[in-house]
C-alpha cells in the first residue's frame, strides 16, 4: 500500500478513477478501487513532485502540482506527459470546460490555456494569496477561493476574474457548487454555505 498522504481523487464513472498525492504519488483504479494501479513509471515527474489536483476538463485529464507542474494523459501513450507553463510555483488545483483550462496556486497565480495545455497564460487575480479550490457554478462561470477567504468569478471562460463581495471570508481548502447561487466552502474553520450572487 502507499505510504504518502493521498492528496485528491478524480473518478469518471463508478468504476473509474485516479489518486495523486505526495512525492508523485499516481494510482489508478478500474474496478471502482478494489484494485489500484501505480502509474509512477507513466508518468513525467522525475523529482517525484508532490501533484495536489486531478480533473478531467473537457476530454481529457489533467495533474497540477509543485513547481509549475501540469500533466496531461496522453490516451494514445496512457502517459501522464509533461506540459509547459510560464509559471513555475506551486498549483493546488485545476478547473475550466469543455476548451479551456486554468490551473491555480500559490501568491494568486493563475495560467490559463485554450488548446489543450499547449500554450498558457498568466491570469491577473489582483489576489496575492494562495489560491486552494475551484469549481464551477450551475451558471457555467468559473470559481476560484483562496486560503484568506476570496472568491474570485470568471463569466469569460477565464479570462479574467472579479472578487465577490463576501460579508464573512472563509478561509477555504475546498470548495463545489451547491446550486441556487451558493457554494459549500470547507475549510480550518469547518463546513458552510456561502451565498453567491
Do not use: C, M
Not at 37 to 55: C, F, G, I, M
Not at 64 to 71: D, I, N, P, R, W
Not at 93 to 115: I, M, P, Q
Request: a neutral charge; zero cysteines; proline letters at 4%.
Amino acid at each position: 500500500g502507499a505510504e504518502n498522504p493521498f492528496l485528491d481523487v478524480w473518478f469518471d464513472d463508478a468504476n473509474n478513477g485516479t489518486i495523486v498525492g505526495a512525492f508523485g504519488l499516481v494510482l489508478r483504479t478500474g474496478d471502482g478501487g478494489k484494485s489500484w494501479e501505480p502509474l509512477l513509471h507513466a508518468t513525467d515527474n522525475p523529482k517525484a513532485l508532490h501533484l495536489y489536483s486531478v480533473r478531467r476538463i473537457g476530454a481529457d485529464l489533467f495533474i497540477a502540482g509543485e513547481q509549475g507542474t501540469v500533466l496531461k494523459l496522453d490516451r494514445n501513450s496512457g502517459r501522464f506527459a509533461a506540459l509547459t507553463l510560464p509559471y513555475k510555483g506551486t498549483l493546488f488545483g485545476l478547473v475550466g470546460k469543455e476548451r479551456v483550462v486554468l490551473a491555480h496556486g500559490l501568491r494568486g497565480n493563475v495560467v490559463r490555456s485554450t488548446d489543450g495545455g499547449v500554450n498558457w497564460t498568466n491570469i491577473a487575480t489582483g489576489v496575492g494569496v494562495g489560491l486552494t479550490a475551484s469549481t464551477l457554478d450551475e451558471r457555467g462561470r468559473l470559481i476560484i477561493v483562496s486560503q484568506a477567504g476570496h472568491v474570485l468569478v470568471s463569466s469569460d471562460d477565464g479570462a479574467s476574474f472579479t472578487a465577490a463581495k463576501v460579508e464573512r471570508p472563509i478561509p477555504a481548502a475546498a470548495v463545489v457548487n451547491a446550486g441556487a447561487g451558493a457554494l459549500i466552502v470547507a475549510g480550518p474553520r469547518g463546513v458552510q454555505s456561502l451565498p453567491l450572487a
